[in-house]
């Protein structure tokens, strides 16, 4: 994990999700893990305000590496393989947590459950007016995605807390790749990669009936 606190810029992410889809679809890990690095350095460089999440996915890409190069790790090459030997060879926790509760299907799903909100969240930046207002943007993204999973208090917390987020031009000029003109078109660019490989995960989940692990 060295170097999440670095400059972020948005091309990293377009490289890496880019990347994480191969011919046969499959997601590959070691893409879909760079690209998260990467936008955790997005979060981590607009302050404390996305700590809730950005300390969370931190924690998940830390186990997900763990797996990637622990004694299984060809079982983990893709999203694909990790469900079908976690799955099939009952390493998954179905109904409770509890043999298993850092498999990587669980915790794959908690980051797969976290991009649906900033691929929501990205999208209304880029398709937004110049004086939209980040607070209803963001708030709008997460009651469409992470708010279901959270509690009442976390979710009373987080859009309280989305009260104080920047200006939508401050949002743009941190993806560090020019104007926020430049920065609308690269996300234009981008997001249709990182909502291919959400879709395809979503498919993959759901046919497993994976979608609610506890």
Same mark, same amino acid.
């Not at 908690?110 to 607070?135: K, M, V």
């Given at each position: ?29 070691? !893409?879909?893990?760079? $690209?998260? #690095?990467? *936008?955790? @350095?997005?979060?981590?460089? =607009?302050?404390?305000?996305?700590? /809730? ?46 043999? !298993?509760?850092?498999? $990587?299907? #669980?915790? *794959?799903? @908690?980051?797969?459950?976290? =991009?649906?909100?900033?691929?929501? /969240? ?93």
């Amino acid at each position: 994990m060295d170097g999440l606190e670095s400059d972020f810029n948005l091309r990293v992410v377009l490289v890496s999700f880019k990347q994480c889809l191969n011919e046969k679809e499959e997601v590959l890990l070691d !893409h879909y893990l760079a $690209g998260w #690095r990467g *936008l955790v @350095r997005f979060l981590n460089s =607009l302050g404390a305000i996305f700590s /809730f999440i950005s300390k969370d996915v931190t924690a998940k890409l830390q186990i997900m590496e763990g797996l990637r190069s622990g004694p299984q790790r060809e079982h983990y090459n893709s999203l694909q393989a990790m469900v079908a030997y976690e799955v099939g060879n009952q390493l998954v926790d179905l109904t409770r947590r509890s043999r !298993h509760p850092d498999s $990587g299907c #669980r915790t *794959l799903l @908690r980051l797969h459950r976290a =991009l649906r909100w900033l691929q929501l /969240f990205l999208e209304g930046l880029r398709t937004s007016p110049e004086d939209a207002r980040t607070a209803v943007l963001c708030t709008d993204s997460y009651n469409a995605s992470l708010a279901a999973y959270h509690p009442w208090l976390i979710r009373r917390a987080v859009t309280v807390a989305f009260c104080t987020l920047p200006t939508r031009k401050v949002f743009l000029e941190a993806m560090n790749v020019g104007s926020p003109q430049q920065a609308v078109e690269m996300l234009g660019e981008a997001l249709p990669f990182i909502e291919r490989v959400y879709s395809v995960s979503q498919e993959l989940y759901a046919k497993h009936s994976l979608l609610d692990l506890p």
